[in-house]
């Protein structure tokens, strides 16, 4: 049983639609993660959060926006999204404590933008 | 050079058998390594940490070359339940907080 859990499992929006997505560790860890997936592509960082704090941003568009209220939740709230932006979003938290790092990811979101 | 290069495969093996998969990566202040595994449409979970004398987990070994900058995962006496994506993850430590994957090596097992 994983310790991230992520809701919606799947969502289908259209490209005008506003939709949020939601990330909860109960692992106790200080920093979290959204990660991008796509057909045939190796996982792309997308934001990390350390002490809600965001750390990383990496030249991600405008029309993804985190938000992340405290160290348990983290959100990716999505605007005018584009097809080409469906995907895998998965959330990933961690203890940062020096060098080994693992990551306990969530199961996912599948995205699918029409 | 990409930062982290894995054969995409597939690699089919029949049960029982022993295969290798290679990952090089190209930051030579990286820090630390791991083996992920991906089953199909589920989320990537930790096989193993790799250490730099080497390390082995029942039938799983792991390796780490910091001179040639490529790690390494064995698998003995293959199982069906074998059958993933294996991801190539490095964490180059330094203050980012970005753990680096492969696109992933994909095996399959089969009866």
């Known amino acids: 049983e994983t310790g991230v859990t992520q809701t919606p499992r799947h969502l289908v929006m259209g490209m005008t639609n506003k939709k949020s997505l939601k990330c909860e560790q109960h692992?106790?860890?200080?920093?979290m993660y959204w990660y991008k997936q796509s057909a045939k592509k190796p996982l792309e960082l997308m934001f990390v959060y350390s002490l809600e704090e965001r750390v990383e941003n990496n030249s991600v568009p405008s029309r993804f926006s985190p938000e992340c209220p405290n160290s348990s939740h983290l959100f990716l709230h999505l605007h005018t999204l584009q097809p080409e932006d469906s995907a895998l979003y998965l959330c990933?938290?961690?203890?940062?404590?020096?060098?080994?790092?693992?990551?306990?990811f969530g199961q996912g979101t599948r995205l699918t933008v029409v | 050079r990409k930062e982290v290069e894995q054969d995409p495969g597939p690699f089919n093996v029949p049960e029982g058998a022993t295969v290798a998969f290679n990952c090089t990566y190209s930051n030579s202040a990286s820090q630390s390594f791991f083996w992920y595994r991906q089953d199909c449409r589920k989320e990537p979970k930790l096989l193993m940490s790799v250490y730099s004398s080497g390390n082995e987990d029942g039938r799983f070994t792991a390796q780490l070359n910091r001179a040639s900058q490529y790690i390494s995962l064995l698998i003995r006496d293959s199982k069906l339940s074998d059958s993933a994506t294996y991801l190539c993850v490095i964490y180059s430590g330094a203050g980012s907080y970005q753990l680096t994957f492969g696109k992933g090596t994909k095996l399959s097992v089969i009866p």
């Open positions: 692992l106790g860890h200080n920093a």
């Open positions: 990933a938290s961690s203890q940062e404590s020096g060098r080994n790092t693992e990551a306990f």
